[in-house]
């Protein structure tokens, strides 16, 4: 499926893409200020911090990231691991 060479998206130009990755930080400063209106009743005093749960989860996202990509080099096959001898 070639596409015409004229056809534009919306994220072929840098302003949309610096638009969404602004929103996108907007939306996480946002969601992480809200942090203090939300109760919390959770059984660890850790959990009652301000911002726990969203730093638990960039550190989790990082981590797992970080695991991929350690994981493909032991379960990495060469290009060829299929081809008939």
């Known amino acids: 499926m070639n596409e015409p060479k004229g056809r ?3 994220l072929d130009k840098s ?3 610096d638009r969404l990755v602004w929103a996108i930080y907007a939306i996480c400063i946002a969601l992480f200020a809200v942090d203090w209106l939300v109760p919390k009743h959770g059984p660890f005093a850790v959990e ?3 911002g726990f749960y969203g730093i638990y989860g960039f550190i989790s996202c990082v981590g797992l990231v970080i695991a991929a990509k350690e ?3 032991i379960v990495m096959r ?3 691991y299929y081809d008939d001898e």
Do not use: G, T
Request: no cysteine; proline share 0%.
């Open 15 to 17: 302003r949309n893409v």
């Open 48 to 50: 009652h911090w301000f």
């Open 8 to 10: 534009s998206y919306w």
């Open 78 to 80: 060469s290009e060829d």
């Open 71 to 73: 994981m493909r080099r």
